[in-house]
T-cell receptor
Framework: SQKIEQNSEALNIQEGKTATLTCNYT??????LQWYRQDPGRGPVFLLL?????KEKRKERLKVTFDTTLKQSLFHITASQPADSATYLC??????????FGRGTSLIVHP | DGGITQSPKYLFRKEGQNVTLSCEQN?????MYWYRQDPGQGLRLIYY???????QKGDIAEGYSVSREKKESFPLTVTSAQKNPTAFYLC???????????????FGDGTRLSIL
């Protein structure tokens, strides 16, 4: 089964900087990869999906890259704001195509 | 506004008791899912349903049961057989997953279950 690795240590950055979060997987390259945001005590919210034939996807201040050679996706937030502080989860299709989620990385943006 | 509603937000279970968590969606989605989230862990799939009157076990189904009598509703029962039920339970839906595997999941805001 697919193993998903996200940095368990929180990422602390200053407001205005670019935050970069990493999602690594270990087995087959998935057809797509999703990123979600989760706030404390809330359910995850879908942010972006990137397909295997797409190198990069953008949405406002968000950018996702997908490198099937490195088996890695990078999630960038430019001009970060304290309101961006949350846990970010990546998800890949697992059995029966149901998304399998990583543990998430906590992002803390300091004013 | 369309979305998923989970209730209650907090639930307490006594020893030997079964409890049922509610999940309702008005997104007209075919597929619904239940996940369990423990501190520092990813979401683990308990059960999922592709269509009314059909559901499948996920990775950690033991001690849980579900029903799917209506498209909008997918309640989860945590039975007394589940020895470690304390967790954050999340319900999700998507348009469908077979043939729509790249569709995003829409989540409710969860139910936090604790043991008395």
């Amino acid at each position: 089964s697919q193993k998903i690795e996200q940095n368990s240590e929180a990422l602390n950055i200053q407001e205005g900087k670019t935050a970069t979060l990493t999602c690594n997987y270990t087995n087959y390259s998935p057809a797509y990869l999703q990123w979600y945001r989760q706030d404390p005590g809330r359910g995850p919210v879908f942010l972006l999906l990137i397909r295997e034939n797409e190198k990069e996807k953008r949405k406002e201040r968000l950018k996702v890259t997908f490198d099937t050679t490195l088996k890695q996706s990078l999630f960038h937030i430019t001009a970060s704001q304290p309101a961006d502080s949350a846990t970010y989860l990546c998800a890949l299709p697992g059995g029966s195509y149901i998304p399998t989620f990583g543990r998430g990385t906590s992002l803390i943006v300091h004013p | 506004d369309g979305g998923i509603t989970q209730s209650p937000k907090y639930l307490f279970r006594k020893e030997g008791q079964n409890v049922t968590l509610s999940c309702e969606q008005n997104l007209n989605h075919d597929a619904m899912y239940w996940y369990r989230q423990d501190p520092g862990q990813g979401l683990r799939l308990i059960y999922y349903s592709q269509i009314v009157n059909d559901f499948q076990k996920g990775d950690i189904a033991e001690g849980y049961s579900v029903s799917r009598e209506k498209k909008e509703s997918f309640p989860l029962t945590v039975t007394s057989a589940q020895k470690n039920p304390t967790a954050f339970y999340l319900c999700a839906s998507s348009i469908g997953h077979r043939g729509y595997g790249n569709q995003p999941q829409h989540f409710g805001d969860g139910t936090r279950l604790s043991i008395l």
